[in-house]
């Protein structure tokens, strides 16, 4: 061989070679940007993926795009498809994750098949089509032999299920995945969702476990607080107030929880709220509302104070009026707005009704305290403070068009709250006013074997008017007189009226004429003819 064709095949080899390592390194540069995107979304999972894993996805879409524009014919090129779909899907640009997905389907490689069918279907439920999404994962399982990937699977469905408010399929899918899966951090994000998904339906043991074993897998800073937020949620709900307090005490002089500070600030606040340490309940509600102005913690703090003050011994709703709009100047979104919201406009009535009820004379006033009584227990839920308004009637309006729905509100109000009293005005309703609609209800609800007059009247008056119209209007009439104020009563007064008003002047026109035609006989006799 001559010297040239050797230094040729030389400088081909080393061509060859550089290519080989320009295309790899460019592809392992696009692995690599994933990878950190992955790693700083897996960190702040149960928030918005922050911008800079944006920007990491990004730049792993733009190696990956160089590796199939320029080194078209490596071995890298389907695996940087993958990559590239992935990215597209975690940066919500959904038509072109579809696009590659779509591409990757058509590969002979099963591998590529099967994470093709899984993204297309993750892309349908983004695109707000949950059952398309579950059908295709469901058939997915079925051709899936590797672990992690099944884990994978159903991971996503729990997560699809939850969205759509199925709680018992989701816990399904998140528990099986769990179960066989071998990789930390998606052990992590199962037990977390199944974790949710308890503390969320008040199983508290099963939560706890849960979250326990979410800070035994996770990485994420975010979990591990939440978690531990959650735990301290958990002992104050089940009771266990000492062991919350000491777990507070706890974290809140480690520093890795200070961003959450405020959280365990207004967590002690609650334990000694459930303790019935009111006062200093109060101060530290307020406390914290200003030391931590335009967060969750400050609006929910606010709540919780206009809340002690719609409750016995501390009623006063103006103060409730003024931790209300408290809250909503706080510039931070949160659930407890919306409740304020929907809650805001009866405060205002309350105050209303309070203030008039000093000025208003004798007959109106089982009319303010019944509304007031109403606003408080179905509106609020403020039960035991509603009652007052209730009994204030029945002992001192006994005579007011109020007396009656009062004592049937105390008795819904009763049982709604577990209470031995419910059966008291119970049984008042059903000796005192045997034939009410209130009667009707408890003998409906509690399937007692009574009669309802007024119903049974009805129902008689009703299948007999076909057969004899004059039988039924005398039923109609005693519907009536039983008791003027009942649904029955109303449906009797309706047939009456539509009779009296119709039926009866076509009866009084047709006998008019009758009696015209007897008198003229020869009118009949033309008439005949006619």
Not at 474 to 497: N, R
């Amino acid at each position: 061989m001559s010297e040239f064709n050797s230094k040729f095949i030389k400088y081909l080899c080393l061509l060859l070679f550089l290519k080989g390592c320009a295309y790899f390194n460019t592809f392992y540069n696009a692995e690599e940007h994933f990878e950190t995107a992955e790693r700083i979304r897996i960190e702040n999972l149960g928030n918005q993926i922050p911008s800079r894993a944006i920007q990491e996805y990004a730049k792993a879409i733009e190696k990956s795009d160089k590796v199939l524009l320029e080194f078209s014919d490596s071995r890298y090129v389907t695996e940087a498809k993958l990559l590239k779909g992935k990215a597209h899907f975690f940066r919500r640009e959904y038509d072109s994750a579809v696009t590659i997905f779509n591409q990757l389907k058509e590969e002979d490689d099963i591998f590529y098949q099967q994470q093709s069918k899984y993204w297309l279907a993750l892309c349908k439920w983004k695109d707000l089509r949950p059952q398309p999404a579950i059908n295709d994962l469901n058939e997915l399982i079925q051709e899936i032999d590797d672990k992690n990937f099944l884990s994978i699977i159903y991971l996503s469905l729990g997560e699809i299920y939850l969205g759509i408010d199925d709680s018992l399929n989701a816990y399904e899918n998140f528990n099986n995945g769990a179960k066989i899966s071998s990789n930390r951090n998606l052990r992590e994000q199962v037990y977390y969702q199944i974790a949710e998904i308890s503390f969320k339906q008040n199983d508290y043991s099963k939560a706890l476990e849960s979250y326990n074993k979410v800070l035994s897998n996770t990485i994420s800073i975010a979990r591990i607080q939440d978690s531990n937020l959650k735990i301290v949620q958990i002992y104050r709900l089940t009771g266990d107030l000492e062991r919350s307090a000491a777990k507070i005490q706890e974290l809140i002089i480690n520093e890795d929880f200070n961003s959450i500070k405020s959280d365990l600030d207004l967590e002690l606040t609650k334990i000694e709220l459930s303790r019935g340490k009111i006062n200093f309940a109060i101060e530290n509600l307020d406390r914290i509302g200003q030391d931590y102005p335009n967060t969750k913690t400050a609006i929910e703090a606010y709540y919780l104070l206009s809340d002690i003050y719609l409750t016995s011994p501390n009623i006063d709703y103006e103060k409730t009026k003024f931790f209300m709009n408290e809250a909503m100047k706080q510039n931070s979104n949160s659930s407890f707005k919306s409740l304020i919201i929907k809650k805001r406009d009866d405060v205002e009535m309350l105050i209303k009704l309070d203030s008039s009820l000093g000025e208003i004379d004798q007959s109106k006033k089982a009319e303010n305290l019944f509304i007031t009584g109403q606003i408080l227990a179905f509106n609020l839920a403020s039960y035991k403070e509603s009652k007052e308004y209730f009994e204030n009637i029945i002992n001192n309006h006994s005579k007011s068009n109020y007396f009656q729905q009062s004592v049937f509100a105390l008795y819904v109000i009763n049982k709604k709250i577990m209470n031995d009293d419910s059966k008291l005005y119970k049984n008042k309703i059903l000796e005192e006013f045997p034939n009410s609609d209130f009667a009707k209800y408890i003998i409906n609800n509690d399937n007692l074997d009574i009669n309802h007059s007024p119903s049974e009247l009805l129902r008689k008056a009703e299948d007999l008017r076909q057969k004899d119209v004059i039988g039924s209007i005398a039923l109609y009439k005693k519907v009536l007189s039983e008791d003027k104020l009942t649904q029955s009563s109303k449906i009797a007064a309706y047939y009456l009226g539509m009779y009296y008003d119709y039926e009866i002047p076509k009866l009084i026109a047709q006998s008019t004429i009758i009696n015209s035609l007897r008198d003229n006989i020869p009118i009949v006799n033309k008439l005949k003819k006619l």
